[in-house]
């Protein structure tokens, strides 16, 4: 297979290094950090050594800055930071008034935190199927969970924004309204990401539910140099809540009105962010790019169903990869590009022969989980999750994969199919 490309044009920003020219080498990563650290190392270094000439290291103008920077991103009044996406999430679930009791429903397919934060707030998770076309809570699976019993302790709905694609917040936000549920986005993943089918109005991740946790794991497409997260708020009043629960509960010093727990925020991690933050857009745009250019690459290579391909015609022979859907909504911003493929575990074993690095996001589906056996669910219970976990591949994904890079991943999966 010879597949075309052109070169792609990129201009960096003012303070910004140009891009390394990657080697022809044959080994591609999952994620390189190093050629994005190399285009920012001098602004990262000088804001890191602000910090250490400041001397003052948890919380403070930095993240104070941060999170004046990222409310405004995200269109939300507030945001407040703290030590983790998983304590995000925990912060997002108090603030809301989740009690030990309480339910909340979310997607059995994303990773561990969403689930395990319901359970340190206290509640106990429920799951609905996901929507194969998305990987996202499907609203359908969600009405039928809602309507098929009553569920006087469910308080809120917690959908995740999986792979940097927005669930649908239309209907989902609509059942919720009917249902008196607080929706709680877990955008983890999903910084920049939008929804809406008109451009202009879009609302963006973190600006939609009472309030959205974030991740700055150093994967993410916003990333720390260590555990960072933060949660967005349109209500002061539980943004107020947070800044107290991140700091034990504390009003004024020595003062507890309430237990909370330590997840401040460093504020090395914040300045480091900031730096960052310049870039997220442009970056989000060129993993769209890369995501259209393996689109591409696919096709061309006749390894995909084409629209007109029926589900009879859906053969290893015929299409043995199945491409990331996007919602017309969605203004995806591909944290992750995932695959769906036949025999999916041994082309994974066949291209780590070839030095290309896969990922599964995930393996398992959280209700198969061996810690949540006590919620009662079975195998079965959502297939749609279940075959996702069987099926789903991720592939190299990071702003500054070459053209060439991902030609040999699409060039390697044609071999294993060939
Ligand atoms: C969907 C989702 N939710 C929550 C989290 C938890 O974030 P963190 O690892 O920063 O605690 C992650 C991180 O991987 C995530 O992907």
Redesign the pocket.
């Known amino acids: 297979m010879t597949p075309s490309f052109t070169k792609r044009e990129s201009s960096p920003s003012p303070g910004r290094q140009p891009a390394p020219e990657a080697k022809l080498v044959d080994a591609v990563p999952l994620l390189d950090l190093h050629r994005q650290y190399l285009q920012i190392r001098s602004e990262v270094l000088a804001a890191i050594e602000s910090v250490c000439a400041s001397q003052h290291y948890i919380l403070g103008a930095e993240v104070e800055g941060l999170e004046r920077e990222l409310a405004e991103f995200c269109g939300a009044r507030d945001a407040v930071g703290c030590g983790?996406?998983?304590?995000a999430?925990w912060l997002a679930l108090a603030a809301a008034g989740v009690q030990p009791g309480d339910q909340v429903l979310t997607t059995p397919f994303?990773?561990f935190?969403?689930a395990s934060a319901i359970v340190r707030a206290g509640a106990r998770p429920m799951f609905a199927d996901i929507d194969p076309r998305t990987f996202n809570l499907d609203p359908t699976q969600v009405e039928c969970c809602l309507r098929r019993s009553p569920h006087d302790k469910l308080r809120v709905l917690l959908p995740?924004h999986?792979y940097g694609q927005c669930a649908d917040m239309d209907r989902l936000q609509h059942l919720a309204g009917e249902f008196h549920l607080s929706v709680i986005e877990?955008a983890?993943?999903a910084i920049g990401a939008r929804w809406g089918s008109e451009p202009d109005k879009a609302r963006s991740a973190g600006s939609m539910g009472i309030s959205a946790?974030f991740?700055?794991?150093p994967t993410k497409n916003l990333s720390a140099y260590g555990?960072a997260?933060l949660v967005t708020t349109n209500n002061a009043e539980m943004a107020a809540h947070m800044r107290r629960l991140r700091n034990h509960g504390s009003p004024r010093r020595y003062v507890h009105e309430e237990f909370g727990w330590n997840s401040r925020l460093d504020a090395i991690q914040a300045a480091i962010l900031r730096v960052k933050l310049k870039y997220v857009e442009e970056w989000n745009d060129a993993r769209r790019q890369r995501a259209a250019t393996y689109d591409q690459l696919f096709a061309g290579a006749g390894l995909t169903a084409t629209e007109k391909t029926t589900a009879a015609e859906r053969t290893e022979s015929a299409a043995p990869i199945q491409l990331p859907q996007t919602s017309a909504q969605a203004h995806h911003v591909f944290h992750q590009y995932i695959v769906r493929a036949y025999r999916r575990d041994e082309l994974r074993e066949f291209l780590t022969a070839r030095k290309i690095g896969t990922e599964i996001y995930y393996p398992i589906p959280l209700h198969l989980q061996p810690c949540f056996v006590y919620l009662g669910y079975l195998e079965g219970d959502f297939p749609e999750a279940e075959r996702a976990a069987k099926e789903v591949l991720a592939l190299p994904m990071f702003p500054e994969l070459t053209e060439e890079e991902q030609c040999r991943v699409v060039e390697s999966i044609a071999d294993f199919y060939c």
């Open positions: 983790s996406g998983t304590d999430l994303s990773f935190a969403s995740v999986l877990d983890a993943q946790a991740s700055f794991y555990d997260g």
